[in-house]
Protein backbone atom coordinates (compact mmCIF):
# COMPACT_ATOMS: atom_id res chain seq x y z
CA UNK A 1 0.00 0.00 0.00
CA UNK A 2 1.27 3.37 -0.79
CA UNK A 3 1.26 6.13 1.72
CA UNK A 4 0.03 9.68 0.45
CA UNK A 5 0.94 12.39 3.55
CA UNK A 6 -2.43 14.61 3.81
CA UNK A 7 -1.52 18.48 2.91
CA UNK A 8 -3.43 21.28 4.62
CA UNK A 9 -6.25 21.42 2.06
CA UNK A 10 -9.19 19.66 2.67
CA UNK A 11 -9.12 16.61 0.16
CA UNK A 12 -11.55 14.87 2.04
CA UNK A 13 -14.07 17.26 1.21
CA UNK A 14 -13.12 17.81 -2.64
CA UNK A 15 -10.25 17.57 -4.85
CA UNK A 16 -8.61 21.29 -5.60
CA UNK A 17 -10.99 23.88 -7.21
CA UNK A 18 -9.78 25.72 -9.53
CA UNK A 19 -8.36 21.83 -10.84
CA UNK A 20 -4.05 21.59 -11.56
CA UNK A 21 -4.09 23.24 -14.98
CA UNK A 22 -1.60 20.50 -15.65
CA UNK A 23 -1.09 16.85 -14.07
CA UNK A 24 2.76 16.30 -12.88
CA UNK A 25 4.61 14.98 -15.82
CA UNK A 26 6.03 12.42 -14.22
CA UNK A 27 2.99 11.06 -12.65
CA UNK A 28 1.01 11.49 -15.63
CA UNK A 29 3.79 9.10 -17.49
CA UNK A 30 3.67 6.50 -14.92
CA UNK A 31 0.30 6.34 -13.68
CA UNK A 32 -1.79 6.75 -17.56
CA UNK A 33 -0.61 4.03 -18.98
CA UNK A 34 -1.18 1.51 -16.26
CA UNK A 35 -1.81 0.58 -12.40
CA UNK A 36 1.16 -1.54 -11.42
CA UNK A 37 3.52 1.34 -13.09
CA UNK A 38 1.84 4.01 -11.30
CA UNK A 39 2.54 2.19 -8.10
CA UNK A 40 5.75 1.19 -8.45
CA UNK A 41 6.86 4.77 -9.48
CA UNK A 42 4.41 6.50 -6.96
CA UNK A 43 6.07 3.66 -3.94
CA UNK A 44 9.42 4.69 -4.94
CA UNK A 45 9.02 8.40 -4.68
CA UNK A 46 7.24 8.39 -1.91
CA UNK A 47 10.75 6.48 0.01
CA UNK A 48 12.48 9.32 -1.04
CA UNK A 49 10.37 11.57 1.54
CA UNK A 50 11.86 12.42 5.09
CA UNK A 51 8.57 10.78 6.55
CA UNK A 52 7.89 7.42 5.34
CA UNK A 53 5.29 4.99 6.27
CA UNK A 54 7.17 2.97 8.06
CA UNK A 55 8.39 5.62 10.46
CA UNK A 56 4.95 6.67 10.89
CA UNK A 57 3.66 6.23 14.81
CA UNK A 58 0.40 4.03 14.13
CA UNK A 59 2.10 1.82 11.94
CA UNK A 60 5.61 1.22 14.34
CA UNK A 61 2.19 0.93 16.82
CA UNK A 62 0.64 -1.70 14.98
CA UNK A 63 4.09 -3.48 14.20
CA UNK A 64 5.20 -3.86 17.49
CA UNK A 65 1.76 -4.48 19.25
CA UNK A 66 1.53 -1.74 21.09
CA UNK A 67 -1.40 -0.28 22.71
CA UNK A 68 -2.19 3.16 25.00
CA UNK A 69 -2.10 3.74 27.96
CA UNK A 70 0.29 0.16 28.29
CA UNK A 71 3.02 1.47 25.98
CA UNK A 72 2.57 5.07 26.42
CA UNK A 73 6.47 6.05 27.20
CA UNK A 74 7.29 3.87 23.87
CA UNK A 75 4.64 5.47 21.69
CA UNK A 76 5.70 9.17 23.27
CA UNK A 77 9.10 8.87 21.84
CA UNK A 78 8.10 7.28 18.75
CA UNK A 79 5.47 9.83 18.38
CA UNK A 80 8.34 12.72 19.26
CA UNK A 81 10.43 11.33 15.99
CA UNK A 82 7.23 11.13 13.69
CA UNK A 83 6.73 14.83 14.37
CA UNK A 84 10.38 15.89 13.70
CA UNK A 85 10.14 13.65 10.25
CA UNK A 86 6.55 15.39 9.44
CA UNK A 87 7.92 18.57 9.64
CA UNK A 88 11.05 18.57 7.88
CA UNK A 89 8.98 16.95 5.27
CA UNK A 90 6.86 19.72 4.95
CA UNK A 91 9.51 22.56 5.07
CA UNK A 92 12.11 20.79 2.74
CA UNK A 93 9.62 18.71 0.71
CA UNK A 94 12.22 16.77 -0.29
CA UNK A 95 12.60 15.02 -2.98
CA UNK A 96 10.56 17.94 -4.75
CA UNK A 97 11.68 21.19 -6.09
CA UNK A 98 9.77 23.18 -3.42
CA UNK A 99 6.37 23.12 -2.28
CA UNK A 100 4.56 23.73 -5.45
CA UNK A 101 6.01 20.95 -7.45
CA UNK A 102 5.16 18.97 -4.20
CA UNK A 103 1.72 20.03 -4.15
CA UNK A 104 1.10 19.76 -8.07
CA UNK A 105 2.89 15.79 -7.38
CA UNK A 106 0.69 14.67 -4.54
CA UNK A 107 -2.88 16.31 -6.11
CA UNK A 108 -1.85 14.18 -9.26
CA UNK A 109 -1.06 10.93 -7.47
CA UNK A 110 -4.82 11.54 -5.89
CA UNK A 111 -6.48 12.17 -8.83
CA UNK A 112 -5.04 8.56 -10.76
CA UNK A 113 -4.86 6.58 -7.27
CA UNK A 114 -9.29 7.59 -7.04
CA UNK A 115 -9.70 6.89 -10.81
CA UNK A 116 -8.22 3.22 -10.32
CA UNK A 117 -10.05 2.78 -6.92
CA UNK A 118 -13.04 3.80 -9.33
CA UNK A 119 -12.31 1.12 -11.74
CA UNK A 120 -11.52 -1.29 -9.02
CA UNK A 121 -8.57 -2.95 -9.52
CA UNK A 122 -8.64 -5.60 -7.72
CA UNK A 123 -5.25 -5.26 -5.68
CA UNK A 124 -7.04 -2.25 -3.67
CA UNK A 125 -10.81 -3.77 -2.65
CA UNK A 126 -9.29 -4.65 0.61
CA UNK A 127 -6.05 -3.46 2.28
CA UNK A 128 -6.23 -6.11 4.69
CA UNK A 129 -5.13 -3.50 7.59
CA UNK A 130 -6.73 -0.83 9.90
CA UNK A 131 -6.73 2.60 7.77
CA UNK A 132 -8.60 4.49 10.10
CA UNK A 133 -5.97 6.80 11.13
CA UNK A 134 -5.16 10.41 8.85
CA UNK A 135 -1.34 8.96 8.22
CA UNK A 136 0.19 12.05 10.15
CA UNK A 137 1.83 10.86 13.06
CA UNK A 138 -0.59 10.10 16.21
CA UNK A 139 -3.68 12.25 16.33
CA UNK A 140 -4.29 14.22 19.26
CA UNK A 141 -8.16 14.00 19.57
CA UNK A 142 -8.63 10.26 18.00
CA UNK A 143 -5.68 8.84 18.89
CA UNK A 144 -4.22 5.71 16.72
CA UNK A 145 -8.00 4.86 15.08
CA UNK A 146 -10.39 7.31 14.51
CA UNK A 147 -13.30 4.53 13.97
CA UNK A 148 -14.55 6.72 11.50
CA UNK A 149 -17.23 4.04 9.79
CA UNK A 150 -16.49 4.96 6.15
CA UNK A 151 -12.68 3.30 6.66
CA UNK A 152 -13.99 -0.34 7.13
CA UNK A 153 -11.69 -2.82 5.39
CA UNK A 154 -14.52 -4.90 5.59
CA UNK A 155 -16.37 -3.99 2.78
CA UNK A 156 -14.42 -3.96 -0.91
CA UNK A 157 -12.74 -0.89 -1.63
CA UNK A 158 -13.75 1.49 1.18
CA UNK A 159 -10.35 1.55 2.65
CA UNK A 160 -9.08 2.94 -1.09
CA UNK A 161 -12.43 5.77 -1.20
CA UNK A 162 -11.01 6.70 2.37
CA UNK A 163 -8.23 6.89 1.64
CA UNK A 164 -7.50 8.06 -1.84
CA UNK A 165 -10.82 10.26 -2.92
CA UNK A 166 -12.60 13.04 -1.61
CA UNK A 167 -16.21 12.20 -0.40
CA UNK A 168 -19.01 13.86 -2.27
CA UNK A 169 -21.58 12.50 0.24
CA UNK A 170 -19.91 13.28 3.68
CA UNK A 171 -17.45 15.46 3.35
CA UNK A 172 -16.52 15.76 6.50
CA UNK A 173 -13.22 15.12 7.71
CA UNK A 174 -14.05 13.10 10.52
CA UNK A 175 -18.04 10.83 11.92
CA UNK A 176 -18.21 8.50 13.78
CA UNK A 177 -21.31 7.63 12.61
CA UNK A 178 -23.04 7.75 9.07
CA UNK A 179 -26.14 9.04 10.63
CA UNK A 180 -24.69 12.47 11.53
CA UNK A 181 -23.26 12.62 7.93
CA UNK A 182 -27.39 11.51 6.72
CA UNK A 183 -28.88 13.82 8.99
CA UNK A 184 -26.66 16.80 8.01
CA UNK A 185 -28.84 19.19 5.82
CA UNK A 186 -25.73 21.35 5.45
CA UNK A 187 -23.22 18.78 3.99
CA UNK A 188 -25.60 15.69 2.66
CA UNK A 189 -26.65 16.13 -1.12
CA UNK A 190 -29.65 14.10 -0.95
CA UNK A 191 -30.68 15.96 2.32
CA UNK A 192 -33.67 18.29 0.76
CA UNK A 193 -34.64 15.53 -1.78
CA UNK A 194 -35.05 12.39 0.15
CA UNK A 195 -37.86 11.19 2.62
CA UNK A 196 -37.19 11.43 5.57
CA UNK A 197 -35.26 8.33 7.08
CA UNK A 198 -33.89 7.63 3.58
CA UNK A 199 -31.31 10.03 3.30
CA UNK A 200 -28.17 7.83 2.45
CA UNK A 201 -26.12 9.31 -0.12
CA UNK A 202 -24.41 6.44 -2.36
CA UNK A 203 -21.15 7.00 -4.43
CA UNK A 204 -21.30 4.13 -6.90
CA UNK A 205 -17.54 3.36 -8.59
CA UNK A 206 -19.18 2.45 -12.07
CA UNK A 207 -20.72 5.62 -12.13
CA UNK A 208 -17.35 7.65 -11.68
CA UNK A 209 -14.87 6.42 -13.62
CA UNK A 210 -14.01 9.07 -15.94
CA UNK A 211 -10.46 10.73 -15.06
CA UNK A 212 -11.53 14.22 -16.32
CA UNK A 213 -14.92 13.81 -13.81
CA UNK A 214 -12.69 13.34 -11.14
CA UNK A 215 -10.10 15.92 -11.29
CA UNK A 216 -13.25 18.35 -11.65
CA UNK A 217 -14.98 17.36 -8.71
CA UNK A 218 -17.73 16.36 -10.83
CA UNK A 219 -19.08 12.83 -8.99
CA UNK A 220 -22.20 11.10 -9.75
CA UNK A 221 -24.08 10.13 -6.21
CA UNK A 222 -27.38 8.21 -5.60
CA UNK A 223 -30.22 9.80 -3.77
CA UNK A 224 -34.04 8.17 -2.94
CA UNK A 225 -36.75 10.56 -4.29
CA UNK A 226 -39.21 11.73 -2.41
CA UNK A 227 -41.61 12.03 -5.25
CA UNK A 228 -42.76 9.17 -7.13
CA UNK A 229 -41.47 8.88 -10.70
CA UNK A 230 -38.48 11.26 -10.09
CA UNK A 231 -34.82 10.50 -10.44
CA UNK A 232 -31.76 12.17 -8.84
CA UNK A 233 -29.76 14.38 -11.03
CA UNK A 234 -25.97 14.27 -9.93
CA UNK A 235 -25.78 17.17 -13.08
CA UNK A 236 -28.42 19.52 -11.26
CA UNK A 237 -27.92 18.23 -7.70
CA UNK A 238 -31.99 17.88 -7.64
CA UNK A 239 -34.77 14.80 -8.28
CA UNK A 240 -35.89 15.44 -12.02
CA UNK A 241 -38.82 13.77 -13.82
Same mark, same amino acid.
Given at each position: ?????????? $???????????????????????????????????????????? +???????????????? %?????? $??????????? *????????????????????????????????????????????? %????? *????????????????????????????? +??????????? $?????????? %??????????????? $???????????????????????????????????????
Amino acid at each position: MVFLPFSTIK $LYSKFPDPALRTLHWEVKKHCMPDFISCVQYLQEKILQAELVRK +DDTVTVMVDQGWTLPH %NQTQVD $LVDQDCQKLYR *LDWVGAQPFLGPLERFQWRTSASYFMCWYTMQEIPVLAMFQEACD %NFASC *LDPWYGPFNHDPRADDRLPYQCAIYSFCP +DPCCPEKHYDS $LNKCWDSGET %NPCYQEAPEGERTCT $LERRDNTDLLNIILNMWNVSCVCKLKGFEWSSRYGMCVG
